[in-house]
């Protein structure tokens, strides 16, 4: 975004230190949910793999079984370069290796990396280096003329969570009413 007129120098020092994180969000949707069939919940947490965490995803009507992996990090920098189908293989192994070889085989296999949306430019929130909120940490709220900052990263609970998002952007609605 290109600002006119400038921002302020601490909002400006802001934008310039946070990075987003690294997140890749794998889907792998099946024809049962044969972890639930086994049993198993459809939720693990790896620690020698790509693969963090996997949840089932499965739809509300049982209709499309799904597990949803997660792969963050220096993981996902690394994931983020391998070939599509090394990827794909990678994760079902991972998969496979949570709930059984029934994962190796998914009707459908997708992957997004929040590194590469236009928009967020990665995932799940903005990462401040240390000593970046104490020398700017009152402009991360500050509003600049018309505009007013929301998002997890500004709200004043649940930092980096859905709720956080939520409250902040209760907080802005509160401001703008407030100068109206």
Known sequence: MIY???????????????????????????????????????????TSGMVSVAFDNTSH?????????????RSARQFSTMPKRERQEQVLDELARFFGPEAKAPAEYAELDWGEEQFSGGCPLGNFPPGTLAAFGE???????????????????????????????DRAVEEIFATL
């Open 4 to 46: 006119e007129p400038f921002l302020p120098s601490a909002r400006t020092q802001i934008h310039q230190r946070v990075a987003m994180g690294s997140t890749v969000k794998v889907f792998a949707t099946y024809e049962r949910s044969f972890w639930r069939d086994r049993g198993l919940s459809g939720e693990a947490v790896g």
């Open 61 to 73: 009507d049982d209709s499309v079984p799904c597990l949803l992996g997660f792969i963050v990090g």
């Open 139 to 169: 402009a991360l709220r500050t509003p600049v003329g018309r505009i007013h900052w929301a998002g997890t990263e500004t709200a004043r609970q649940c930092t980096g969570y859905m709720e956080g998002a939520l409250e902040s952007g």
